[in-house]
């Protein structure tokens, strides 16, 4: 089945620091998703990917859709405290479905 | 436009139970998906309803089951519990229209089985 590797695992940085973390697949997706979790809550979209070599951004994010279709990345610029959480990267193959492939997340701790 | 509701938000049950969940999907949507994660596994996806039917199953054993209803609302059922299904389970709704596939979640269901 469809393999997502994401990473990194963690990252501890400063705040007003950059981030970025970057997800890959074994198999190529028409669709990429990356969500936000808090503890105790649902992830909450960030950003979605429709096309290939697409980049979006939502403020200080910016989600590139890569070209292959197998990989997607996410950067955080001037974080903040409040951007404490697990950012997960998802996969869609089949855009007239709602199952998507989830990576494992990347815990962010952002010290002040 | 409300969001996804789950309920309950929390649930305990004994070992050999069975629980129910609900999932109200956003107004509009017309597919749900349900995920349960747990600290070792991630999301893992369960099954995913469109108008009633089943369209997509995980790999979960037969003892999850679910099913939506002609309002959108989905429910999922977990017969003889056991301590391995203690997790948040996820229900996530979809417009699947117009090429947006954005899934929205709900802030999920913590089941504890003991």
């Known amino acids: 089945g469809q393999q997502l590797n994401q990473s990194p695992q963690s990252m501890f940085i400063q705040e007003g620091e950059d981030v970025s973390m970057n997800c890959t697949s074994s198999s190529i997706f028409n669709t990429w998703l990356w969500y936000k979790q808090d503890p105790g809550e649902g992830p909450v979209l960030l950003i979605a990917l429709y096309k290939a070599g697409e980049l979006t951004s939502n403020g200080r994010l910016t989600a590139q859709f890569g070209i292959t279709r197998k990989d997607s990345f996410l950067n955080i610029s001037a974080s903040i405290p409040s951007d404490v959480g697990i950012y997960f990267c998802a996969g869609r193959y089949n855009t007239n479905a709602g199952k998507s492939t989830f990576g494992d997340g990347t815990t962010l701790t952002v010290k002040p | ?114």
């Not at chain 2, 969001?3 to 107004?27: A, M």
């Not at chain 2, 994660?37 to 679910?66: A, D, H, I, M």
């Not at chain 2, 209803?69 to 391995?84: A, P």
């Open chain 2, 1 to 114: 436009k409300a969001g996804v509701t789950q309920t309950p938000r929390y649930l305990i049950k004994t070992r050999g139970q069975q629980v129910t969940l609900s999932c109200s999907p956003i107004s509009g949507h017309r597919s749900v998906s349900w995920y349960q994660q747990t600290p070792g596994q991630g999301l893992q996806f369960l099954f995913e309803y469109f108008s009633e039917t089943q369209r997509n199953k995980g790999n979960f054993p037969g003892r999850f089951s679910g099913r939506q209803f002609s309002n959108s609302r989905s429910e999922m059922n977990v017969s003889t519990l056991e301590l391995g299904d203690s997790a948040l389970y996820l229900c996530a709704s979809s417009s699947l229209t117009g090429g947006q596939t954005e899934a929205f979640f709900g802030q999920g269901t913590r089941l504890t089985v003991v």
